[in-house]
């Protein structure tokens, strides 16, 4: 059975900055000290926080404060075989298109 999944970018960005700011309010741990300990700007936390937006490399530094960056290993799973060919290993041969 397929799931659907109806979140929108924007909606992930929104729950991704809620989540990590309940985890740094839970931890104990205001947005500046955060910021301190994961070596990433002020100025880019609070941006996370009320806005979504922040570099890739920032996000996976305050996880590493956060005790989250074993999440990431989740993010892109490999997909599970859908072809005898993938099971075997062997490449899928391609058409090449003449011109």
Excluded: C, W
Aim: aromatic share 6%.
């Amino acid at each position: 059975m397929l799931a659907f999944n109806l979140s929108s970018p924007a909606e992930v960005i929104r729950d991704l900055s809620l989540r990590m700011k309940r985890r740094r309010i839970d931890a104990g741990l205001t947005q500046r000290e955060l910021a301190t300990r994961a070596g990433v700007s002020y100025g880019s936390l609070r941006l996370f926080e009320e806005a979504g937006k922040i570099s890739l490399e920032a996000i996976v530094k305050i996880a590493f404060v956060l005790e989250a960056e074993a999440e990431f290993e989740h993010l892109f799973p490999p997909r599970p075989p859908k072809t005898i060919d993938d099971v075997v290993g062997r490449p899928v041969r391609q058409r090449v298109r003449k011109k």
